[in-house]
Nanobody, 124 residues
């Protein structure tokens, strides 16, 4: 299954963006989906995740500012980014994994399918 991200852009501090990650159709490998971000030389970090039951997890650094959601068809996931800060900059990747439940923000090794990434740059 191919994941295609979009929506990345350059914005000023305090700005907002909406990222999308779409697969051509629903597949069981999309049951759990997440957004990660990565900067050069740094480990890929989980930002938000949603499982098939709709249970959601956020990194502490984005709670109250980011919102993850998915469409009813289950093959598209969104990430709303509000009140952006310079430290939110990075390449944002969408990831997917089979299974029905997540129990927290699991590391990147748990996800089998990845998109190509979309760049978010927040400038002061």
């Amino acid at each position: 299954v191919e994941l295609v991200e979009s929506g990345g852009d350059s914005v000023e501090v305090g700005g907002s963006l909406r990222l999308s990650c779409a697969a051509p159709e629903y597949h069981y490998s999309l049951n759990c989906m997440a957004w990660f971000r990565q900067n050069p030389g740094k480990k890929r970090e989980a930002v938000a995740a949603i499982d098939r039951e709709g249970v959601i997890y956020y990194a502490d650094s984005v709670k109250g500012r980011f919102t993850i959601s998915r469409d009813n068809g289950g093959n598209t996931v969104f990430l709303e980014l509000n009140n952006l800060k310079p430290e939110d900059s990075g390449m944002y990747y969408c990831a997917a994994a089979p299974g029905s439940r997540l129990y927290g923000l699991v590391p990147s090794e748990a996800y089998r399918t990845w998109g190509q990434g979309t760049q978010v740059t927040v400038s002061a």
